[in-house]
Nanobody, 121 residues
Framework: VQLVESGGGLVQPGGSLRLSCAASGSIFSRNAMGWSRQAPGKERELVAAISGDGMPYVADSVMGRFTIFRDKDKNTLDLQMNSLKAEDTAMYYC????????????????WGQGTQVTVSS
């Protein structure tokens, strides 16, 4: 399984970015997929995810600002990020799990290399 992220960059506070993850290999529609992030000096956190049967999850810290999209036919996972804040600055990682709905980040089995998002004026 390979996950390749794209779409990161530098954006001003209040701006938007759309991250995309292209999955290849044995990723099936039953697999959960998600986006996590890690800022310097902080633990990695799950930002948003979609279960194998299409149920979305969005962290409280980004609720109302971030939306997750999955295209099972194209094997892609996008994260639309609006109203970005300085505290959203982090390396963002695409992840996939062999489970339909992992309970925690440790249950995600496959990870991309990450794409940097920097929110700064």
């Amino acid at each position: 399984v390979q996950l390749v992220e794209s779409g990161g960059g530098l954006v001003q506070p209040g701006g938007s970015l759309r991250l995309s993850c292209a999955a290849s290999g044995s990723i099936f529609s039953r697999n959960a997929m998600g986006w996590s992030r890690q800022a310097p000096g902080k633990e990695r956190e799950l930002v948003a995810a979609i279960s194998g049967d299409g149920m979305p999850y969005v962290a409280d810290s980004v609720m109302g600002r971030f939306t997750i999209f999955r295209d099972k036919d194209k094997n892609t996972l996008d994260l639309q990020m609006n109203s970005l804040k300085a505290e959203d600055t982090a390396m963002y990682y695409c992840a996939a799990s062999d489970r339909s709905w992992p309970d925690e980040l440790d249950e995600y089995d496959y990870w991309g290399q990450g794409t940097q998002v920097t929110v700064s004026s």
